[in-house]
């Protein structure tokens, strides 16, 4: 049975930081390209960042330079490093595992920055 579990979420202040976590079991992890997206209320879900089994990363404009996806093939883990979070970063983030056609999801974890 395939499962991706996120934590970390919560809520934080404009300025702070936030570490997600994505453990993921029942997949062989190291040939997975994963990626990390998120969906605020009203819009459609986007995609915040990736990595892929070599390490390679990329990112959306939006989070350049304040976000930095990580991954821990020894722990089946991957993480975003979420700093200098504004409002608008406000959304339930969502693990994602990708093998040529093969998707799997997590069920979100819900990211707050409000004051």
């Known amino acids: 049975q395939v499962q991706l579990v996120e934590s970390g979420g919560g809520l934080v202040q404009p300025g702070g930081s936030l570490r997600l976590s994505c453990a993921a079991s029942?997949?062989?992890?190291?040939?997975?390209?994963m990626k990390w997206y998120r969906q605020a209320p009203g819009k459609q879900r986007e995609l915040v960042a990736l990595i892929t089994p070599g390490g390679s990363t990329n990112y959306a404009d939006s989070v350049k330079g304040r976000f930095t996806i990580s991954r821990d093939n020894a722990k089946n883990t991957v993480y975003l490093e979420m700093n200098s979070l504004k409002p608008e970063d406000t959304a339930l983030y969502y693990c994602?595992?990708?093998?040529?056609?093969?998707?799997?999801w997590g069920q979100g974890t819900q990211v707050t920055v409000s004051s």
């Open positions: 994602n595992g990708a093998f040529i056609t093969t998707n799997y």
């Open positions: 029942g997949i062989t992890f190291s040939i997975y390209a």
